[in-house]
């Protein structure tokens, strides 16, 4: 991985809403709905976003250059000609590692305050 | 996949209605890229609903899905209003097009300075008797080439990287950076055309106003003319202009194109802070001093600032214009500094 070019730091924090899509799209290209979708199931149903917040995220991670829009779909047979699919920047992924590190670091400072007294991490995560 | 079913439940094609008339309400551009994907997703969203829990699943997600349009649609107008919080790369990106912009003008200002300055010895007469008036003309001269050198400072290392950076994509991905489209070209090529227009316009209304009042075909006037002569030699002039304004527009447009288009470094953005503040330092004196040359140069010799090989025949006027874009530049410049060092201090910048 290139280190200079730029410096995701300077993106960071990002809104629940951005960092949750840049996490579905690290496993591919996904079309609005699915990513939706993926959102509800990853976080157990905790953060559910609507197509106004997800489409107004989309456009301003766009505008940053952290996704782009997918020249071909996945399966144009199955799916409809209408979806458009994004997938992430090279960007997009290092912003996301960037941001999943700070929330390591202030998960890390948590724990050392004896705030998760029962949180017992899972092995090998 | 998308429902195409004719026999769609009511309250999801109402629903679907109130949703659209409320996508409605929202700003012009998201309205415009994304109503009809979140019309889809939000339709398919009810379909889902209903599929699981009928009518009243389709009531049940109305707060969370209107809720979050509305409050969606008020702050995509807040953010088209007030703009986002911008993070400092972007914020920094645009004060170096923005100082690079204002360069250019300040470098025509400059030359167009030059051009009525010359021939250079009767001015320079003056300023061997006045001293401050070829002090304050030096002062303008070397600022332009502390400018130039401040550019070349920062803008080299910056097409460097933007290059490197593109060069291992192949000549067509190096080439990309610098392209403009052809929407954006005709809006220079209009652009161009549109100052042409202006600049003669201020040129024939100065020369009618300051000009020599018998104008006849024999000392240079376009009266008596014939007319094809004078439609020939305006289509020409025009041209002429609109295309040398055009080229130095691509030019400048393309290199911002390519700052916008390449990733950089924080400390590389962070580097051209430094010669944004040297032009914004010497963009300034230079429109200090072109000012207080032409005051001075008025008062000490006010024969020669009127005469035809000073300032007479309308040069004056053009002197005052070059100067005001000198100062235009100069407040772009120091409005550039001032955006990019407050974005380099936002506390989402100091990570290292």
């Known amino acids: 991985m290139r280190q200079a070019y730029p410096d995701p730091d300077a993106m960071l924090p990002l809104t629940p809403a951005v960092f949750n899509i840049l996490l579905t799209l690290v496993d591919g290209e996904r079309h609005g709905y699915s990513i939706m979708q993926e959102i509800a199931a ?21 505008e940053d250059g952290l996704i782009v829009e997918a020249d071909e779909r996945p399966d144009p047979v199955l799916d409809d000609e209408r979806r458009r699919y994004y997938r992430l920047t090279d960007l997009g992924q290092r912003v996301a590692v960037a941001e999943a590190q700070r929330l390591e670091q202030t998960l890390a400072v948590a724990r050392s305050k004896s705030l998760l007294r029962n949180f017992t991490p899972e092995k090998g995560a | 996949m998308s429902s195409t079913s004719p026999a ?30 979140a019309l889809q997703d939000f339709r398919q969203c009810l379909i889902d609903a209903h599929r699981k829990r009928g009518f009243f699943g389709v009531i049940a997600l109305w707060p969370l899905l209107f809720g979050e349009a509305l409050s969606g649609l008020l ?66 001269v070397y600022s332009w080439e502390i400018a130039l050198l401040a550019i070349m400072l920062g803008g080299l290392p910056i097409l460097f990287v933007a290059l490197k950076r593109a060069i291992p994509g192949g000549l067509l991905k190096a080439l990309q950076l610098f392209a403009i489209k052809r929407r954006h070209a005709l809006v220079l090529l209009g652009a161009a055309l549109l100052i042409t227009i202006c600049f003669l316009v201020f040129l024939l209304a100065t020369e009618y106003i300051f000009g ?6 024999s000392n240079g006037c376009i009266v008596g003319q014939p007319l094809l002569v004078i439609v020939g030699s305006f289509a020409a002039i025009v041209g002429g202009i609109t295309l040398f304004v055009f080229v130095i527009l691509a030019i400048t447009a393309s290199l911002s194109g390519a700052v916008l ?46 005469s035809g090989s000073g300032l007479g025949n309308g040069q004056a ?16 410049m120091a409005g550039a500094l001032g955006s990019g060092l407050k974005a380099s201090h936002h506390p989402t910048a100091r990570q290292n």
């Open chain 2, 212 to 217: 020599p009042s018998s104008c006849t075909a």
């Open chain 2, 75 to 140: 702050a995509e107008y807040s953010s088209e209003f007030f703009g986002r919080k911008q993070s400092m790369l972007p914020t920094i990106r645009r004060s170096m097009i923005a100082a690079f912009w204002a360069f250019v003008l300040f470098s025509i200002a400059i030359i167009a300075l030059g051009r009525i300055t010359d021939p250079a010895a009767p001015f320079d007469a003056v300023g061997r008797v006045h001293p401050e008036v070829g002090v304050a003309y030096s002062i303008v």
């Open chain 2, 261 to 306: 288009r390449s990733e950089f470094s924080t400390e590389m953005l962070r580097f051209a802070l430094v010669p944004i503040a040297m032009l914004a330092l010497v963009m300034s004196a230079a429109t200090f001093a072109a000012t207080f040359w032409l005051i001075r140069l008025w008062i000490v010799a006010p024969q020669f600032a009127a």
């Open chain 1, 42 to 62: 990853q976080t157990k149903g905790k953060l559910r976003i609507g197509p106004t917040t997800l489409y107004r995220s989309i456009k301003h991670m766009l």
């Open chain 2, 317 to 332: 006027a053009e002197v005052v214009a070059i100067i005001g874009a000198m100062a235009l530049s100069s407040l772009v």
């Open chain 2, 8 to 37: 769609r439940p009511k309250i999801i094609s109402v629903s679907v209605l109130l949703y659209r008339w409320l996508l409605a309400l929202g700003p012009g551009v998201f309205r415009r890229d994304y109503s009809i994907p």
